[in-house]
């Protein structure tokens, strides 16, 4: 007798729960996180995550180092949403000093917020694309993504990081030359957003793959008091830059966008259609750029006092909490960023879900994982 | 957000015939309540008011305890405060109502020390598995 | 003789070829991305044969991005071992070289050289894809 082989009939195999651990360096996954999915044949059950890879003790170091010195490291927090933070944070340092930003300065840090919104989600986008097997469009997406890029680099030397933001205002200004090209590339990229947005809603194969995938109910959004696109793909119609106006929202309204399918196309859907948003948003805030100064000057000491400040980042709102004891070195500073609350939904979006589609729901989050655990 | 409808709300639910409160930049309105009737006012902010947006849970060490701010979000800002003393750092979990109260519990109890009683799973969330130190965001560490 | 040309093939299929994996121990991810972007048609390393692998084993060069935190660190070094020799350490961004902007955070060891023996060093915050390719570069001609 060769071997004991036995064959057993379908309804005889015992299906058995299997753990499959994902990360911290897996190719579905970016950054380091530690996932742990369990599936009883191909559905998924349950899955557990552990954080902490990225956690390099950011808000203990911020009150070791003076409000200034704050602006260089806030701005690593992330580097896909690198400006928001530094955003976020000099409102919260202006809101303690009392100080007025020129309406130059705000129009110039919004349109630095739109365009990292737009290179945000066509990065998001790329990657989506890739993890379902469709890396020409991740190509697409991408190469598209360097006129966002390049555009950011020629207001403020950075591609990824721009130090751009200075507590009163920010540092850049914008002449009449660029001004032209720029509008010329944002129509182009326009153009370009608007094919993505077609194979979204009509492309056979990433409908296929994202539609009825990773579900989440509006009850579940709030239970878990999630933010962001992830939030308004299933219906909750909640956006920082129109509930709570900041920068210059209350000048150049927003339209917010929802969709009520809850899934991962759900998501693209949101996402590509806010790209297009984002680039008119962009252009509103050019032809209509006031005159004036682009900052005022800030007190190195912050006077005592407690602030709360918000923001949209492209992956919803983020919320700094800043405690000054009157010197030049925050006394607190608390950050939490929307890709938390995403993360925890990621259980209940995972459940009974094949573990084929595990990259879909992955990919559809926007997990930033820099971003959650500071 | 009707604010006034919110203090009268907590007023009656917790019989507590004052509540301290006090605006806050940049459009907050910071609310003291005694850390254990914390539960009872998040669960009339939740039932009564459907409030339920809270967008994280700051812990600080103020030299006097543990200082935990509750930030709710609901067309404008609300913070529910409340401060824990080092001799007796708890707090009842959140969790039953409102679910995202998991992570931001979770990190509090990892970086102040703070125990939120019915939190089954408090982590460690960022910390290290092999995390020896004391809670990092203690005073006595801060410049550690 | 047939072994000494095999070599001589596999050494030149090594320094025309070089596969990459890359890994982040900690870092902002702005370098990451700016790694992705290397493979996008602007910078398309693909056409000097450089390609990004999933797999420890089948890589050549590893890249390492980010600090080291505590928490990655046994990764990092598990998966340094995992690559089969010859292999080569790139640390990319300053992060990576000597912890950056990071340096003294609770839970950050310093640059990967903490933890492996680096073969080049490219620093920059983010490192620019241009550096990158020079890095490579550089030490693609060290290693033939």
């Given at each position: ?20 651990p994902i990360g911290p360096q897996h190719p579905?996954l970016k950054e380091p996180l530690a996932f742990q ?12 995550l552990r954080l902490g890879y990225v956690h390099r003790g950011i ?17 690593r927090?992330c580097g ?287 997990l930033c994982i820099a971003c959650a655990d500071r | ?123 460690p969330l960022f910390l290290p598995d092999d995390w ?13 | ?20 994996l890359h890994f982040n121990s900690g870092g902002c991810n702005g370098c990451d991305?700016?790694i ?20 420890p ?5 590893l890249m390492c991005t980010g600090p080291v935190t505590r928490q990655s660190k046994d990764r990092l070094r598990r998966i340094y071992e995992q690559i ?5 350490v790139?640390a990319v961004g300053?992060c990576s070289c000597s912890g950056g902007?990071f340096q003294?955070g609770s839970n950050v060891l310093g640059g990967v050289d903490q933890v492996l023996?680096v ?26």
């Amino acid at each position: 007798m060769i071997g004991t082989a036995t064959l057993l009939s379908e309804s005889r195999m015992r299906m058995d729960r299997v753990k499959i651990p994902i990360g911290p360096q897996h190719p579905l996954l970016k950054e380091p996180l530690a996932f742990q999915v369990t599936a009883e044949g191909e559905r998924i059950v349950e899955s557990t995550l552990r954080l902490g890879y990225v956690h390099r003790g950011i808000e203990r170091l911020c009150q070791e180092r003076t409000y200034v010195q704050n602006l260089h490291l806030l701005e690593r927090v992330c580097g896909i949403c690198s400006h928001v933070h530094t955003t976020t944070y000099c409102q919260a340092a202006e809101a303690l000093l009392g100080l007025q930003v020129p309406l130059r300065g705000l129009y110039l840090r919004t349109l630095l917020c739109e365009l990292e919104r737009v290179h945000s989600h066509l990065l998001w986008f790329g990657v989506l694309a890739e993890n379902i097997g469709f890396t020409t469009i991740f190509m697409h997406a991408w190469r598209d993504r360097e006129i966002a890029l390049d555009i950011m680099e020629e207001l403020s030397g950075g591609r990824v990081t721009h130090a751009v933001n200075v507590i009163g205002g920010v540092r850049i200004d914008i002449g009449e030359a660029q001004f032209q090209t720029i509008i010329s590339r944002l129509y182009d990229l326009e153009s370009q957003v608007h094919g993505f947005l077609e194979l979204v809603e009509q492309e056979r194969t990433f409908r296929a793959r994202t539609r009825d995938v990773g579900h989440l109910s509006a009850e579940q959004v709030r239970q878990y008091c999630a933010v962001g696109p992830v939030a308004r793909a299933s219906g909750v119609d909640v956006d920082v830059r129109r509930d709570a106006p900041y920068a210059a929202y209350n000048r150049v309204p927003v339209r917010v966008i929802t969709n009520d399918r809850g899934d991962v196309w759900a998501r693209a859907m949101v996402r590509a259609q806010e790209t297009i948003e984002s680039l008119r948003l962009c252009h509103q805030l050019l032809i209509g750029l006031p005159d004036g100064p682009t900052a005022v000057r800030a007190p190195r000491r912050v006077p005592a006092g407690e602030v709360v400040s918000r923001a949209e980042a492209p992956r919803g709102e983020v919320i700094y909490y800043i405690r000054s004891d009157g010197s030049d070195q925050p006394a607190r500073v608390k950050i939490r960023t929307p890709t938390l609350p995403s993360l925890m939904t990621l259980p209940d979006q995972l459940r009974g879900v094949h573990t084929a589609d595990i990259s879909s729901v992955l990919s559809g989050v926007d997990l930033c994982i820099a971003c959650a655990d500071r | 957000m009707n604010f006034d409808l919110v203090l009268e709300s907590l007023r009656d639910a917790l019989l507590l015939p004052e509540i301290e409160s006090r605006p806050v930049p940049i459009d907050e309105r910071f609310v003291q309540i005694p850390p254990e009737r914390l539960r009872e006012a998040v669960a009339v902010l939740v039932n009564n008011l459907e409030l339920r947006h809270l967008s994280t849970i700051t812990g600080q060490d103020t030299g006097q305890g543990i200082e935990l701010l509750y930030h709710f979000w609901h067309g404008n800002g609300l913070t529910l405060c409340t401060t824990v003393p080092y001799e007796k750092p708890t707090v009842d979990t959140l969790m039953a109502l409102i679910p995202a109260a998991a992570f931001y519990e979770a990190e509090v109890t990892e970086m102040l020390g703070v125990t939120f009683v019915g939190n089954a799973d408090p982590g460690p969330l960022f910390l290290p598995d092999d995390w020896d130190g004391d809670p990092p965001l203690r005073k006595q560490n801060a410049h550690g | 003789m047939t072994a000494n040309l095999v070599r001589a093939v596999v050494r030149w299929a090594r320094g025309k070829s070089p596969w990459l994996l890359h890994f982040n121990s900690g870092g902002c991810n702005g370098c990451d991305i700016e790694i992705l972007d290397l493979l996008t048609p602007r910078y398309d390393v693909e056409r000097l044969g450089i390609i990004k692998e999933a797999s420890p084993r089948h890589a050549d060069i590893l890249m390492c991005t980010g600090p080291v935190t505590r928490q990655s660190k046994d990764r990092l070094r598990r998966i340094y071992e995992q690559i089969p020799c010859p292999k080569w350490v790139l640390a990319v961004g300053s992060c990576s070289c000597s912890g950056g902007v990071f340096q003294g955070g609770s839970n950050v060891l310093g640059g990967v050289d903490q933890v492996l023996p680096v073969d080049l060093y490219v620093p920059g915050c983010p490192c620019r894809p241009e550096a990158m390719i020079d890095g490579l570069v550089r030490l693609l001609e060290r290693i033939e």
